[in-house]
C-alpha cells in the first residue's frame, strides 16, 4: 500500500501520544497538519507559528526524527510550512533530522474610569473618535526582564512574548497560563500588558481580574447598564484577564463575558486569561466559554526547580538592590520550594531582621529567621542514598556504579544516578562524578542529558526514572 502524508504522521502520532504527556501531545502535535510526502522519505507538515516551529525544534526534534525514521527509514528527512494569519505560508524551510539529533493623529477619549473603584465604569462613545485611553491597571514593576526563565514556564513566558510583540496576529488567541498560585501567573499577565504598550503605544490594553470583572457587572446589571458594560470592554485591544476560575460562581457574568470574548475574538483583538487550572479541569462554567478557551494555546507553569528558584531569588534581590552570601541564597532556594512568592516573603524577612538586629545575614540568621516560613528537612539526601536506592531499584551491585563496563543496565543506573544526584543535592558536577569510581564532570553533563533524551522517547524508562524521582523527594521529606 502506498504511504501517504497523513498515513505517516498518524504512524507517528500513534507512537508519539504514548511518550509525551497528554496536554503536551494537545498542545504541540495535535496542530501539526501532514501536508505532502516526497520521494516516500521527505515528510512536509504545517505549524501554526515560527515560535511553535522553534519549540518543537528545541524539545521534541530527537523524538521527530526517531519517530519518522521508523516510518520511512534511516534517511527519513522532515520539512516546515509556517502558516501565517493570512492563510499563507511566510516562508518554507526544512531541518535535516540526522543532524539535528546530533545537535539538537487622532482624537483621544479619556473615559471616566477606574477599575479599582466598585462604583464600576462609565463608558462615554462619540462619533468620529479614533482613538481612547484608559488606565490599564498594569504593575509597571513586572515586566519579562524580571521575569525569569526556566523548564517550568518556558512555553508560557515565551508564548506571551509572542503575543505581546504581535497581539492579536498570531496563533495563541485566547493564550490561557494555568498553575498553582504564587507562581508567576499574573507576573506574567502584567509583562505581557506592559510590553504590547511598550511596542503598540497606541493600543488599548486592560488588566482585570475575574472578580473586579464579577462586581463591575453586577453594579451596571443594578443600574441597567450592561450593554454600556459590555460595549466598553468591546473597545479594549488586549484583554488580561486573571483568574478565570471564579467566574463559576457568576452565571450573568460569564454570558457578558462571552459576547465581549466573541467580539474580541472576531474583531482581531487579544485575549490572555489565567486559571489556577486547564479549561478542562475547570468546574462551574459553561462549555460554550471552556470551548473557546481552548481555541488557542494553553500554557502551564509549574514550580521552579532549584537552579531556577535560585535565579528569582537573586533577581528579587536586585530588585531590592541588595546582596547576599551564595551560600544563604542556596539555603532559601534549596527549603523554599512551593512556590516564588514565598521567595519575595523570605527575603522581606532577612531584611526586616537584619535591619533590627543590626547584623549581616548569613547562614544562621537565615536558619533563625526563617524557621516559620521554611520546613527545614531534618537529613538531605545525599549521592551516596541516591546511589542506594538505584542500585536496590535495578538490582544492580554498588561496586559496577564504579567500573568501566559497556553493559546497559549498568550503565542506564550509573547515567540515573547522576542525573538524580545533579537534581537532588548540592553538590558540583565534579564532586558527582567523583563518587562515580572519579569520572569528571563531562561525564555528568552526557549521563544528565541522556536521561533526558531517553525520557522524551522511552516511556518504560521515563516511568522508571519518575518512580525513582519520587522515592528520593519522600527520603528528603
Not at 6 to 26: M, N, Y
Not at 417 to 429: D, E, P
Given at each position: 500500500?502506498?504511504?501517504?502524508?497523513?498515513?505517516?504522521?498518524?504512524?507517528?502520532?500513534?507512537?508519539?501520544?504514548?511518550?509525551?504527556?497528554?496536554?503536551?501531545?494537545?498542545?504541540?502535535?495535535?496542530?501539526?497538519?501532514?501536508?505532502?510526502?516526497?520521494?516516500?522519505s521527505v515528510l512536509l507538515i504545517q505549524v501554526p507559528s515560527n515560535?511553535?516551529?522553534?519549540?518543537?525544534?528545541?524539545?521534541?526534534?530527537?523524538?521527530?526524527?526517531?519517530?519518522?525514521?521508523?516510518?520511512?527509514?534511516?534517511?527519513?528527512?522532515?520539512?516546515?510550512?509556517?502558516?501565517?494569519?493570512?492563510?499563507?505560508?511566510?516562508?518554507?524551510?526544512?531541518?535535516?533530522?540526522?543532524?539535528?539529533?546530533?545537535?539538537?493623529?487622532?482624537?483621544?477619549?479619556?473615559?471616566?474610569?477606574?477599575?479599582?473603584?466598585?462604583?464600576?465604569?462609565?463608558?462615554?462613545?462619540?462619533?468620529?473618535?479614533?482613538?481612547m485611553q484608559i488606565d490599564s491597571q498594569l504593575n509597571d514593576t513586572?515586566?519579562?526582564?524580571?521575569?525569569?526563565?526556566?523548564?517550568?514556564?518556558?512555553?508560557?513566558?515565551?508564548?506571551?512574548?509572542?503575543?505581546?510583540?504581535?497581539?492579536?496576529?498570531?496563533?495563541?488567541?485566547?493564550?490561557?497560563?494555568?498553575?498553582?498560585?504564587?507562581?508567576?501567573?499574573?507576573?506574567?499577565?502584567?509583562?505581557?500588558?506592559?510590553?504590547?504598550?511598550?511596542?503598540?503605544?497606541?493600543?488599548?490594553?486592560?488588566?482585570?481580574?475575574?472578580?473586579?470583572?464579577?462586581?463591575?457587572?453586577?453594579?451596571?446589571?443594578?443600574?441597567?447598564?450592561?450593554?454600556?458594560?459590555?460595549?466598553?470592554?468591546?473597545?479594549?485591544?488586549?484583554?488580561?484577564?486573571?483568574?478565570?476560575?471564579?467566574?463559576?460562581?457568576?452565571?450573568?457574568?460569564?454570558?457578558?463575558?462571552?459576547?465581549?470574548?466573541?467580539?474580541?475574538?472576531?474583531?482581531?483583538?487579544?485575549?490572555?486569561?489565567?486559571?489556577?487550572?486547564?479549561?478542562?479541569?475547570?468546574?462551574?462554567?459553561?462549555?460554550?466559554?471552556?470551548?473557546?478557551?481552548?481555541?488557542?494555546?494553553?500554557?502551564?507553569?509549574?514550580?521552579?526547580?532549584?537552579?531556577?528558584?535560585?535565579?528569582?531569588?537573586?533577581?528579587?534581590?536586585?530588585?531590592?538592590?541588595?546582596e547576599m552570601p551564595k551560600e544563604v541564597v542556596k539555603y532559601v532556594?534549596?527549603?523554599?520550594?512551593?512556590?516564588?512568592?514565598?521567595?519575595?516573603?523570605?527575603?522581606?524577612?532577612?531584611?526586616?531582621?537584619?535591619?533590627?538586629?543590626?547584623?549581616?545575614?548569613?547562614?544562621?540568621?537565615?536558619?533563625?529567621?526563617?524557621?516559620?516560613?521554611?520546613?527545614?528537612?531534618?537529613?538531605?539526601?545525599?549521592?551516596?542514598?541516591?546511589?542506594?536506592?538505584?542500585?536496590?531499584?535495578?538490582?544492580?551491585?554498588?561496586?559496577?556504579?564504579?567500573?568501566?563496563?559497556?553493559?546497559?543496565?549498568?550503565?542506564?543506573?550509573?547515567?540515573?544516578?547522576?542525573?538524580?544526584?545533579?537534581?537532588?543535592?548540592?553538590?558540583?558536577?565534579?564532586?558527582?562524578?567523583?563518587?562515580?569510581?572519579?569520572?569528571?564532570?563531562?561525564?555528568?553533563?552526557?549521563?544528565?542529558?541522556?536521561?533526558?533524551?531517553?525520557?522524551?522517547?522511552?516511556?518504560?524508562?521515563?516511568?522508571?526514572?519518575?518512580?525513582?524521582?519520587?522515592?528520593?523527594?519522600?527520603?528528603?521529606?
Amino acid at each position: 500500500m502506498n504511504k501517504t502524508a497523513e498515513s505517516v504522521w498518524a504512524s507517528c502520532l500513534d507512537i508519539i501520544k504514548d511518550i509525551v504527556e497528554w496536554q503536551h501531545f494537545k498542545t504541540w502535535f495535535e496542530p501539526i497538519v501532514p501536508v505532502e510526502l516526497k520521494d516516500n522519505s521527505v515528510l512536509l507538515i504545517q505549524v501554526p507559528s515560527n515560535f511553535f516551529y522553534e519549540y518543537l525544534e528545541e524539545h521534541y526534534v530527537s523524538l521527530l526524527a526517531k519517530t519518522l525514521k521508523r516510518q520511512l527509514g534511516r534517511q527519513a528527512r522532515l520539512e516546515y510550512r509556517i502558516l501565517v494569519d493570512s492563510g499563507n505560508t511566510s516562508g518554507k524551510g526544512s531541518m535535516n533530522l540526522l543532524s539535528s539529533e546530533e545537535k539538537g493623529q487622532a482624537n483621544t477619549l479619556v473615559l471616566p474610569l477606574n477599575i479599582n473603584n466598585n462604583s464600576g465604569l462609565h463608558p462615554i462613545v462619540f462619533p468620529g473618535i479614533k482613538r481612547m485611553q484608559i488606565d490599564s491597571q498594569l504593575n509597571d514593576t513586572d515586566t519579562f526582564e524580571k521575569f525569569v526563565e526556566g523548564d517550568c514556564n518556558r512555553v508560557a513566558r515565551r508564548a506571551g512574548k509572542t503575543v505581546a510583540e504581535k497581539p492579536g496576529n498570531n496563533s495563541f488567541n485566547p493564550l490561557f497560563i494555568y498553575g498553582n498560585s504564587g507562581l508567576g501567573k499574573t507576573h506574567l499577565l502584567h509583562a505581557i500588558g506592559n510590553e504590547v504598550k511598550r511596542q503598540h503605544p497606541n493600543k488599548a490594553v486592560l488588566y482585570v481580574s475575574s472578580e473586579k470583572f464579577i462586581n463591575q457587572f453586577q453594579h451596571h446589571s443594578r443600574n441597567n447598564q450592561i450593554n454600556d458594560f459590555i460595549n466598553f470592554y468591546q473597545l479594549i485591544d488586549v484583554l488580561l484577564i486573571d483568574d478565570v476560575q471564579f467566574f463559576n460562581r457568576a452565571e450573568k457574568s460569564q454570558d457578558a463575558f462571552f459576547a465581549i470574548f466573541n467580539h474580541l475574538q472576531q474583531s482581531g483583538k487579544q485575549l490572555v486569561l489565567t486559571s489556577d487550572k486547564s479549561p478542562r479541569d475547570l468546574d462551574g462554567l459553561q462549555d460554550r466559554l471552556l470551548s473557546r478557551f481552548r481555541w488557542g494555546l494553553s500554557a502551564d507553569i509549574q514550580v521552579p526547580d532549584y537552579e531556577t528558584r535560585i535565579e528569582i531569588f537573586e533577581q528579587k534581590m536586585r530588585d531590592e538592590g541588595l546582596e547576599m552570601p551564595k551560600e544563604v541564597v542556596k539555603y532559601v532556594a534549596y527549603n523554599l520550594n512551593t512556590n516564588v512568592r514565598e521567595l519575595r516573603g523570605a527575603l522581606i524577612s532577612l531584611l526586616a531582621q537584619s535591619s533590627l538586629n543590626r547584623r549581616d545575614i548569613d547562614i544562621e540568621l537565615a536558619k533563625k529567621v526563617l524557621r516559620n516560613i521554611i520546613k527545614t528537612n531534618n537529613k538531605e539526601v545525599t549521592i551516596d542514598a541516591i546511589q542506594k536506592m538505584v542500585c536496590e531499584y535495578f538490582d544492580v551491585p554498588y561496586n559496577r556504579l564504579l567500573e568501566k563496563t559497556r553493559k546497559r543496565e549498568v550503565v542506564q543506573a550509573r547515567q540515573i544516578t547522576m542525573y538524580l544526584s545533579k537534581t537532588f543535592t548540592k553538590n558540583s558536577l565534579k564532586t558527582i562524578g567523583e563518587h562515580f569510581g572519579g569520572r569528571d564532570h563531562t561525564t555528568v553533563i552526557h549521563s544528565c542529558q541522556t536521561v533526558k533524551d531517553l525520557m522524551d522517547t522511552d516511556s518504560i524508562f521515563k516511568e522508571n526514572v519518575m518512580e525513582l524521582t519520587q522515592k528520593v523527594q519522600l527520603a528528603s521529606m
